[in-house]
């Protein structure tokens, strides 16, 4: 698999995976499997939706703990970045902590969608993650 600029995604996980150990920041949005299996379902905006679970795998596979963020016009020209609460992951390391994990960003990602709806810039691709 190949992400949108054309690199392989075994190549981006393990430049997130040796970047953290390095002690930097990564952010990965949440809709990026980053070619990590199968994906599994969610309720985003009252529809089932197929999410990955790239974020969640990486932040529990290096114990670091995920960051949601969010930005919304406040005016002409101006933004506000918001940062959540950070979201530790389970200590124990299997798949069922990471679709955990997984589940509970994307119902914090929903609060977040429908507390700001114009701010959301994932509409474009949201019929082409709805379960059918």
């Not at 197929?50 to 990486?58: A, E, K, Q, Y």
């Not at 101006?78 to 389970?90: G, L, N, R, V």
């Not at 990602?109 to 474009?124: A, L, Q, T």
Request: proline share 8%; glycine share 6%.
């Amino acid at each position: 698999m190949v992400d949108s600029y054309g690199v392989p995604y075994p190549l981006i996980l393990r430049k997130a995976l040796k970047d953290i150990r390095q002690g930097k920041v990564v952010a990965i949005p949440p809709e990026i499997s980053m070619g990590l299996g199968p994906q599994h379902t969610v309720n985003l905006l009252g529809a089932r939706v197929s999410m990955p679970l790239g974020s969640s795998w990486v932040s529990n596979k290096m114990q670091v703990p995920i960051i949601i963020l969010h930005t919304e016009m406040t005016e002409k020209y101006k933004i506000k970045i918001t940062f959540e609460d950070p979201i530790y992951p389970s200590k124990i390391q299997n798949r069922a902590s990471i679709v955990n994990e997984s589940k509970y960003v994307f119902k914090k990602i929903d609060k977040i969608i429908r507390n700001h709806p114009y701010s959301w810039c994932g509409y474009d691709t949201f019929d082409q993650m709805i379960v059918r």
